[in-house]
């Protein structure tokens, strides 16, 4: 007899099947492994979110979602099952992801490494994933090396970057590198060398959040006309970009110590709101005087208000941190949570009395003229710890969500 049709519901999305998570390959010489690594790390790290490679990232993940179909309605077919498929694919972009990129080692032989294999490059693609393949090629004599490095994409291998360096100053290709890449997905930034500025912070006209840095560089609009540099104890600096038909421009210029009798105040998060003797100003805020004091108050939703009291004594440069809201008032959840561990821990323990002294008796009959007394005042005992333990849990629940949400 035909066995009887089994109704299965397949609910497919993307979002369930498919991290959109960049998943970025890498093909390497043993020698350059590292710095790949880390140039790659760079580059993703300062790369705003870019609608080249947010298209190859929906496309691998549409790929991964309807070969996931594939299997569920083979399986199903397999086994007499029906099926209900909803195709509606839900997609979250790679940089709204937890984690932005993944760097995933691919293992190859040295010459497939120097004469990149587009079957060997396009297997790996496919088994394991990946949205592209960057491949690193080094060879080197005993003074002078030469790197190339190319990138797997659509089924082509296209060169990317190729220059002579000294095996020991590979740092010194960094800078150029990235900005070869960042050339590659996007032509209209421009690669920013900020090492003369170590421990600094970089703001560009109108933004009101500093520009995203590693290992001293940052991206920034080819129309960028002036980066803004602050720094702890120095007076601000202003440099003029002159960055047309540039791929990378090295930022340079003198931090001047900041003199007493003048401020310069930053805060965190940046986008508080300051108030100088009761007037709205904008941060980061410059401001010289003389003698008495100035008065200054730091806000933000969510955040403890800082109010400052500044001198001639405080001049220089001055960094506020707000502290979050839920911070000054953590104790009272440290103390409602122990309170509620402390009635658990008692119920638990009045409740297994009651739990002993019922075997003792049930056991042992000679001994119900006490073990049923025992046992009796006991669970009353376990009840009203229980009692305490439910009321507790309910003031733990009330205070956390008053002090955190």
């Excluded at 990232?57 to 209900?84: G, P, W, Y």
């Excluded at 990138?151 to 291998?157: P, R």
Aim: charged share 20%; glycine share 6%.
């Amino acid at each position: 007899m035909r066995r009887a049709l089994l109704l299965v519901t397949f609910m497919l999305s993307a979002l369930g099947l498919c991290a959109s998570t960049l998943q970025v390959g890498l093909v390497a010489s043993p020698d350059v492994s590292s710095f790949a690594t880390s140039v790659l790390e760079t580059f993703f790290l300062i790369m705003p979110p870019n609608g080249r490679i947010e298209r190859i990232n929906r496309a691998r993940c549409e790929r991964e979602a309807i070969t996931e179909q594939e299997k569920q309605i083979h399986s199903a077919l397999a086994s007499e099952r029906e099926i209900t498929l909803d195709d509606d694919f839900r997609y979250v972009p790679y940089y709204e992801s937890e984690e932005v990129f993944s760097i995933i080692p691919v293992e190859a032989d040295e010459r497939f490494i120097s004469t990149p294999d587009e079957t060997m490059l396009s297997y790996h693609s496919l088994s394991k994933g990946l949205d592209f393949i960057f491949i690193f090629s080094s060879s080197s004599d005993s003074t002078l090396a030469q790197l190339d490095v190319s990138i797997f994409l659509d089924g082509s291998v296209i060169e990317l970057f190729s220059t002579l360096y000294i095996p020991e100053e590979k740092d010194e290709i960094l800078g150029r590198l990235i900005a070869e890449l960042v050339y590659y997905f996007d032509p209209s930034l421009i690669l920013l060398d900020l090492r003369a500025f170590p421990g600094a912070s970089f703001y560009c006209d109108n933004m009101e959040d500093p520009l995203v840095t590693s290992q001293g560089y940052a991206l920034v609009e080819s129309e960028a006309e002036r980066i803004h540099v602050l720094k702890d104890y120095y007076e601000p600096l202003t440099i003029s970009l002159d960055a047309q038909g540039e791929r990378m421009v090295v930022l340079e210029g003198d931090l001047v110590e900041a003199e007493t009798g003048h401020v310069v105040l930053s805060a965190f998060p940046y986008n508080a709101q300051a108030s100088l003797f009761g007037v709205d100003v904008r941060l980061p805020l410059a401001t010289d005087f003389d003698n008495g004091t100035v008065l200054l108050s730091i806000a933000q939703d969510g955040f403890k208000t800082e109010n400052l009291q500044l001198t001639r004594s405080s001049g220089g440069f001055r960094s506020v941190v707000l502290r979050p809201q839920w911070m000054a008032e953590d104790g009272r959840v440290k103390e409602a949570k122990d309170e509620m561990y402390r009635s658990m821990r008692n119920s638990i323990l009045s409740f297994g009395l009651y739990v002993i002294f019922s075997s003792i008796s049930s056991i042992y009959p000679e001994t119900s003229s006490w073990s049923d007394i025992a046992g009796f005042v006991s669970a009353g005992i376990s009840i009203i710890n229980l009692i305490d333990f439910i009321h507790d849990g309910f003031a733990y629940y009330d205070t956390a969500k008053q002090v955190y949400l």
